[in-house]
């Protein structure tokens, strides 16, 4: 299976400011055929199910914030949050569909300094 | 708009089987282009995928849980099921079925989820 680490494992951002998760896959999800990196980031607020906020490891979902956005290619990825805002409190993962079974990362918990 | 709904018994025995029902409303499972998914969530901890089901009835299960999970579809009612048999305690877990966008017909893999159910935790304990 790849293996997919998050870092950190929690964060603290004060309002308004720049936040940015990391997550390393054990191999690379670039598929060479299509030049396109089977990722996905998601969302989840306590109580609630994850929430899909990106896809091909850049493409956000309609409806998601443009301050949310995901970069990064072959095995290093990232997910930054432009402006952290007090709705953003909650944990994220990242999640590889390149190989079966997808898996998930551990999580992220992104707090307020 | 697509939405998900899980129901089933939030107690299950040791050694017995659990058995999931998600609903879809807003849109048909038959309409196809999704696949049709399980996904877990340990108390605290990460999600595992559990496998997935196409309309047609095709089937793809995590290697992990393959001996033990059954994923099924009833088209007339919109609805898809899971069964995990001979449960223990590590089998306790919020499960969520989800509708998973994309497949990958090389390497079988399902692409990413949404929209999700609320979830249904499910307790192993006798």
């Known amino acids: 299976d790849i293996v997919m680490t998050q870092s950190p494992d929690s964060l603290a951002v004060s309002l308004g400011e720049r936040a940015t998760i990391n997550c390393k896959s054990s191999?690379?999800?670039?598929?060479?055929?299509?030049?396109?990196?089977?990722l996905a980031w998601y969302q989840q607020k306590p109580g609630q199910p994850p929430k899909l906020l990106i896809y091909?490891?850049?493409i956000r979902e309609s409806g998601v914030p443009d301050r949310f956005s995901g970069s990064g290619s072959g095995t290093d990825f990232t997910l930054t949050i432009s402006s952290l805002q007090t709705e953003d409190v909650a944990v994220y993962y990242c999640?590889?569909?390149?190989?079966?079974?997808?898996?998930f990362g551990q999580g992220t918990k992104l707090g307020f300094k | 708009q697509v939405q998900l709904q899980e129901s089933g018994p939030g107690l299950v025995k040791p050694s017995q089987t659990l058995s999931l029902t998600c609903t879809v409303s807003?849109?048909?499972?038959?309409?196809?282009?999704?696949?049709w998914s399980w996904i877990r969530q340990h108390p605290g901890k990460g999600l595992e995928w559990i496998g997935y089901?196409?309309?047609?009835?095709?089937?793809y299960y995590n290697p992990s849980l393959k001996s033990r999970v059954t994923i099924s579809v009833d088209t007339s009612k919109n609805q898809f099921s899971l069964k995990l048999s001979s449960v223990t305690a590590a089998d306790t877990a919020v499960y969520y079925c989800?509708?998973?966008?994309?497949?990958?017909?090389?390497?079988?893999?399902?692409?990413?989820?949404?929209?999700w159910g609320q979830g249904t935790l499910v307790t192993v304990s006798s």
């Open positions: 989800a509708r998973a966008h994309y497949r990958d017909m090389v390497r079988g893999v399902v692409g990413w989820f949404d929209p």
């Open positions: 999640q590889q569909y390149y190989s079966t079974p997808g898996t």
């Open positions: 807003g849109g048909s499972i038959s309409s196809g282009g999704y696949y």
């Open positions: 191999q690379s999800v670039l598929y060479s055929s299509n030049d396109k990196n089977y």
């Open positions: 091909w490891a850049s």
């Open positions: 089901i196409y309309y047609s009835g095709s089937t």
